[in-house]
């Protein structure tokens, strides 16, 4: 199982690959500091608790009222820091490469839920355009398979609702200002473009 040391998981992209919906420099500074700084940071909050060595990220975050109060705000914002990016990160993949609706049981899903895919994919816009702050927008399950689109703060993960998420967008504005500035939803848009449907299906497959 994963867990301490942290590792940083390498992009399962080259940097390049996502553009021009996601440009190189954003990605790399967005993968190799950002995203790597959380890991490092939550490495250095777990190391002197050895009862906690055996954790995933996950648990970290699932369990963690159980922690040592001392730690739980930087459990909460690097262990969520490295769940949520790594989700996001597998969020998207290069344009072109795979077919780029959702099919199968999420199809399903998503048609019983929004009525149709385009519908779903205007509802998780205007939902995302509409986060104040920092944060994520969530396409996620719960246990009896409802999807619900969720906004959360900072680095909050959904998994703390007792909710399965399936994909997400990184809004805070590091995600996209170097190439859109303030164009929110230009950047939004170019997500939804590049959405790796295959690795939602496969996140809710794994719950089933
Ligand atoms: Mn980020």
Redesign the pocket.
Known sequence: MDCFPFDIKPLPYDYNELEPYIDTKTLEI?HDK??AKYVKSLNQTIEPFKQLHNMSVKELIVRCHSLPFSIQTAVINNAG?IY??EL?FNSMTPPNKKINRPTGVLACLIERKFGSFELFIDEFESCAEKLFGSGYCFLCADKRQNLKIILTPNQNTPLSLDLIPLLTI?V?E??YYLKYQNLRSEYIDSFTSIIDWENAENMLNEML
């Open positions: 967005h950002h995203y820091g949520n990016h996001y990184d805070w590091h995600a």
